[in-house]
């Protein structure tokens, strides 16, 4: 299966070509928490993740919301 490289949270990863948001979460084992999640400085709402495919050279950072006292 051809890979891509990409850039999470400030590490190279190499995903599978024409890998989603969602499929790119499952992968970085942050699907089953709240997360906000930027693609190339531009939010990626969670009703866009599905269907927006991450492309060779993209910035992503996955944002996890802490809860704290």
Do not use: C
């Not at 990626?44 to 599905?50: A, G």
């Amino acid at each position: 299966m051809p890979t891509i490289a990409i850039t999470l949270n400030g590490e190279r990863r190499e995903i599978p070509a024409g890998a989603t948001v969602s499929e790119l979460l499952v992968i970085a084992e942050a699907d089953r928490q709240p997360v906000a999640v930027v693609v190339n400085e531009n939010i990626v709402r969670p009703e866009e993740r599905p269907s927006r495919v991450l492309q060779a050279g993209d910035q992503v950072e996955v944002l996890v919301f802490a809860g704290g006292g």
